[in-house]
């Protein structure tokens, strides 16, 4: 149990690296082929209304959010960092893994000050590829709606 | 030691889903019946002064304050998201376990940015019972002192 | 490699600690005689511009760097608050230990609510020193360039 809470920590850390490192082309590579990431408000999550700010069921789908990030989006330079805590194994009897955790995304903008750019809990599926841990899913329940900027980025 | 470590994260991560999740009910079987839980000013805290900010001397006391903020408060709808960090055992060597954590809570209100609600530390005391891992001391030390909304949630 | 992370955590904890109860004169010795402390923008460490906020090069200067903050600066009283998290061991197989972590710091002022006063990552190279693990390198790359306050602390 403790080796794989230590895995899970590893994987949740190079996930949030990725992103803070602004390596977005590595992001994908986190997700198995047939995924699900999602962003969705808390108020629509606890209520079953399916509305997402951002929705992929595919690895492609999670490339294309990538490429259009990459090419489309004008957007002010900026820093995020993830803060992760209380990660917890939900379920870990069968081929998929259940975790929660939450997260907390700090945005810098170049001469201004840091703020919370997005707090809530990540829901996640984890399952073992070629031994290694990738997401099936991932749902991140957003407490914040108010997103500053209006931008849409992977959390 | 790992595996009370292992113990005590997952310990904090449910205190903190029950929190978060807003399951308040469930929030006094954390504690021994004979207990205390205690939020109070870093400021009180370190001159040794009592004035709490909230203040619960066993688990009906617990149990008062849920039904007193279930009942009688009128506040808007909010979430809270607890991060917690920087947890270290200081004493494990009799029946009490003595830890130390860092916490922030952030809350976020219906069309407003997500912000801090309250940072401190936690000065906690565990013992087992029946197995299970109880807190017999919880104080909050909190930085803050300006309470957005003045309104005194568990934390 | 779970004990190590284990002690990591200790020592990422105490390091914490030690600035968050303002027990200043305790801070030069996480480290080793001959060490390099650095706050350096995230900006100019991307960049390999030399030019930090704050530079130590030795246990000597980062007494003096105390010492300095105690007798010198005129500052309002404040709780500073670290949340460390997605520690990650990136290299621990010779001699020097190197691993990453995200930190946010939050501050306090008397009678205002808790802001983030500073988001980046540490870098580290860690020793071991009769036992017990000691930086010989810590670089915070602060995503953070406009300081409240413009006061350097330690971070």
Request: aromatic share 10%.
């Amino acid at each position: 149990m403790s080796d794989l809470r230590d895995e899970i920590e590893d994987l949740y850390a190079d996930y949030a690296a990725c992103l803070d490192d602004g390596e977005l082309e590595r992001w994908p590579e986190f997700f198995t082929d047939d995924c699900l990431y999602q962003i969705v408000p808390r108020e629509n999550y606890d209520r079953g209304l399916p509305l997402a700010l951002l929705l992929c069921e595919s690895k492609g789908m999670l490339q294309d959010r990538v490429a259009a990030l990459r090419r489309a989006s004008v957007y002010a330079p900026r820093s995020l960092r993830h803060i992760v805590s209380n990660t917890r194994v939900a379920q870990a009897d069968g081929a998929v893994i259940r975790v929660r955790a939450n997260y907390v995304v700090f945005q810098t903008l170049l001469d201004d000050v840091t703020r919370v750019f997005n707090a809530g809990r990540y829901l996640d599926a984890l399952v073992r590829e070629a031994g290694r841990l990738k997401f099936r899913e991932r749902v991140c329940v957003s407490d914040t709606v108010v997103i500053p900027g209006s931008l849409v980025f992977p959390i």
